[in-house]
């Protein structure tokens, strides 16, 4: 099934599964580290025929009856990703000669994502919405396809100014500061948990998650959307809309930072 077709009887985003991620980290690197290796898992989309046709069969002559729809279309502009991730802090020489290691199967951090495989960390803040250089919404949505007045559009789904702090290289980013959103848990909506990020460095959009489980000494696995653990939960922008590339991937490069 093509994705013109799919995109009029969805209302789930596309979901690619990224089983797992490995990182490493150098002992004197500030900035977010390139994801050392990725295993992809199976990608999968919502089954449109797994939904039975309704029908009405007391529709009489001559009655007139109220009738309410619910009706579901996937989204052409997000696909998401969930997994694992292991990290490794090392100890090398720039040959990549181990003097010695250290391995987290349940590391904290943040995982980032960007279209452009250069990010300038030094000058990585928060994405702002009305920024007046290259990267702001306007320029933002246009480039996913996105109109100004879709639901799904980028403001629309990061409409929350809700995360906990962290730090991207030697910046730190303060509490509730960036656009933010959630992805949803095994029983819905929920915000908690998979908070998702907008970053930039003023040339690219950076979409983060925050690595769960995030709190402190507490390495407690935390169910995902699908009613399974996850490490994390990851929103991509993705054009998909009809007259433009939906039948077109997009590259995605990622890089990692751990504790």
Known sequence: MSNKKNTTIFI????????????????????????????????????????????????????????????????KAWAGYYGEITGRIVLENIERYVFYNWTSTEPKGEIYAATDNSITWASIKCFNETDT???????????????????????????????????????????????????????????????????????????????????????TDVVGFDGVTHDFQLLLAEDGHDGGPEDVTTTYYFWAEIE
Not at 49 to 71: D, K, L, Y
Not at 149 to 172: C, K, M, R, S, Y
Not at 202 to 207: C, D, E, I, K
Request: glycine residues 6%.
């Open 12 to 75: 789930l985003s596309a979901l690619a599964l990224l089983c797992l991620l490995t990182v490493l980290v150098w002992a004197d690197a500030d900035d977010p580290q390139a994801i050392e290796s990725i295993t992809e898992g199976v990608s999968t989309r919502f089954n449109a025929s797994s939904i039975a046709v309704p029908n009405i069969s007391t529709v009489t002559a001559g009655n007139v009856s109220q009738i309410n729809f619910t009706a579901l279309s996937v989204t």
């Open 133 to 219: 250089g290259a990267i702001n919404l306007s320029s933002q949505e246009a480039k996913y396809g996105i109109d100004s007045i879709d639901v799904d559009g980028i403001d629309e789904t990061f409409n929350l100014t809700d995360h906990i702090a962290f730090q991207v290289g030697t910046n730190p980013i303060g509490v509730d500061s960036c656009p933010s959103t959630y992805v949803y848990g095994a029983a819905g909506y929920q915000t908690t948990h998979f908070s998702n990020v907008l970053l930039t460095d003023a040339a690219t959009l950076v979409f983060t998650t925050i690595i769960e489980n995030d709190e402190i000494d507490n390495n």
